[in-house]
């Protein structure tokens, strides 16, 4: 009996030991398919992303070019010679500009979109601040001062330019 009950151990442990190895290759190699199948979809997902993305980002440039005081006040002429008609003409086309790219913000990071919302504030508050000087009587008076503005320190939208361009190349590895 006692020999039976060696000879069953004897028979038992290495089948126990094959089946122990043979669990574990096959869940290693469950896992690593498992692995590179969610690589593959990731790699296709972000062949189809990418092109949304770039357009995104290019969508984005292009209003904080357009919202550039020096190219906005070339493209916005002043309806009336009321310093404020024109002040609120300024400001409505550059929140008009942002709500027609608001959906963008899903391709980009929160900190790139937080720093072209900063800029579009900056934008509106350059305007506000000429419009309350001293020296603007008129439309024409706020342009002037708003060039004259623009020429002696840089542009809020060259800085979100400037992180637009190194996010985008970050992300395509340039």
């Given at each position: 009996m006692e020999d039976k009950i060696f000879d069953l151990i004897m028979y038992t442990i290495p089948a126990i030991i094959t089946g122990g190895i043979a669990y574990f290759f096959f869940r290693d190699h469950m896992s690593n398919e498992d692995k590179r199948r969610r690589y593959?979809?990731?790699k296709d997902a972000?062949?189809?992303?990418?092109?949304?993305r770039l357009q995104a980002y290019e969508r984005?440039?292009?209003?904080?070019?357009?919202?550039t005081p020096s190219k906005l006040l070339v493209r916005v002429s002043p309806t009336s010679?009321?310093?404020?008609?024109?002040?609120?003409?300024l400001i409505m086309s550059i929140e008009q500009?942002?709500?027609?790219?608001?959906?963008?913000?899903?391709?980009?990071?929160?900190?790139?979109?937080?720093?072209?919302i900063a800029s579009?504030?900056?934008?509106?508050?350059?305007?506000?601040?000429?419009?309350l000087s001293d020296k603007v009587t008129s439309a024409d008076k706020l342009r002037e001062v708003i060039l004259t503005e623009m020429m002696e320190s840089q542009a809020p939208s060259d800085t979100a330019l400037s992180?637009?361009?190194?996010e985008v190349a970050d992300f395509l590895h340039v």
């Open positions: 593959l979809l990731h972000q062949k189809e992303a990418l092109p949304l984005l440039s292009l209003f904080l070019e357009r919202i010679s009321d310093k404020n008609d024109y002040e609120r003409l500009e942002f709500d027609h790219n608001l959906s963008q913000q899903i391709y980009m990071s929160d900190q790139c979109w937080s720093i072209i579009k504030n900056s934008t509106i508050q350059l305007i506000r601040k000429a419009s992180y637009i361009k190194k």
